[in-house]
């Protein structure tokens, strides 16, 4: 089996600050999403991404925020193990990203000896 990374992409709407009702169930659907993964022995790890940030261009230019030259931003990331791409793809069914109208990359993971 391979490693590969979901990162999860979704734009920073200006929208009001979810109740804690909407933040816990929200909150419950990524614990599912997971939990169905590790259930399968398919999960290695994850982390979510808070909006502070900078990025640094090749010419040495600092700029704010961790915007690329999209609007679009990563919100978090899983590593999950599959056998192949569409295999990882099938393991992103439900993801609540999805549900909230961002995207779901996959990469495979490089492993360097």
Request: some cysteine; aromatic content about 8%.
């Amino acid at each position: 089996m391979k490693e590969f990374m979901m990162i999860f992409r979704n734009e920073k709407a200006d929208q009001p600050q979810p109740s804690p009702e909407q933040m816990q169930a929200m909150v419950k659907q990524w614990q599912d999403w997971i939990g169905g993964i590790a259930a399968q022995g398919k999960f290695v790890s994850t982390n979510a991404l808070g909006y502070e940030g900078q990025t640094i261009n090749t010419n040495g230019v600092v700029s704010d925020g961790p915007y690329a030259e999209v609007k679009e931003i990563v919100g978090g990331y899983i590593i999950v193990k599959a056998d192949n791409l569409a295999d990882a793809v099938k393991l992103s069914e439900g993801c609540p990203t999805l549900l909230m109208g961002g995207k779901v990359e996959i990469r495979d993971v490089m492993v360097f000896n």
